[in-house]
């Protein structure tokens, strides 16, 4: 990646950052709630048998309840982990509860990698995807580790979703050529498809 491209990024990451981690936690728990009440709506969500969910860590679009109520229709979950913080890549580990994300890494919960419990790329329906800023493109910016970039790589785009508060989507981002979009996006005001 070009030395301009990680500074775009990196400015652009600065100033969304910043703005989400402005929003106060009522704010954040109304607007939450309204994006799953819309990601509910959608056919993909409906007729999901397994799902990966991001466990919300800072600022980001809540997700506890989306996980508890997903459980609660009998579906399956699974959260992203890696193994050791110097991995490079994630896997899928499937929970039966939210008490099984006890472990920390980079600060983020998630469940311990068993392989017995490591779930391959093509049984997940539906991937839920955070991010600091999204594009209409479906271009996403997030930490910069480039874990989701290098997971969703022969994920279709049609099983992908971003969830953002409205303020996080803007018209482009500064984008590399590792960079992948999602095929939808969930804010509490709109939904946003990207696959023309």
């Given at each position: ?104 890494v980079y600060g983020i919960r998630q469940a311990e990698v068993n392989s017995n419990d490591v779930v391959s790329k093509d049984s997940i329906n539906l991937v839920l995807i955070p991010g600091i800023a999204f594009d209409l493109s479906g271009y996403r910016l997030g930490y910069g580790k ?51």
């Amino acid at each position: 990646m070009s030395d301009y491209l990680e500074l775009e990024k990196r400015k652009v990451r600065s100033e969304f950052l910043s703005m989400r981690n402005r929003l106060d936690v009522t704010s954040a728990l109304v607007c939450s709630t309204a994006i799953f009440a819309a990601l509910k709506k959608l056919s993909l969500y409906k007729q999901s048998n397994t799902l990966m969910i991001y466990l919300s860590y800072g600022s980001e679009v809540i997700t506890d309840f989306i996980v508890k109520s997903a459980i609660g229709e009998g579906k399956n979950i699974v959260v992203p982990a890696i193994k050791n913080s110097g991995d490079l890549f994630m896997q899928a580990v499937r929970i039966i509860s939210l008490e099984d994300a006890n472990q920390l890494v980079y600060g983020i919960r998630q469940a311990e990698v068993n392989s017995n419990d490591v779930v391959s790329k093509d049984s997940i329906n539906l991937v839920l995807i955070p991010g600091i800023a999204f594009d209409l493109s479906g271009y996403r910016l997030g930490y910069g580790k480039g874990y989701y970039d290098r997971w969703l790589k022969d994920v279709p785009l049609s099983k992908t979703v971003g969830l953002a508060y409205d303020f996080q989507i803007t018209d482009k981002l500064p984008i590399g050529k590792h960079d992948l979009p999602v095929g939808t996006i969930v804010t509490e005001q709109r939904i946003i498809q990207t696959i023309k």
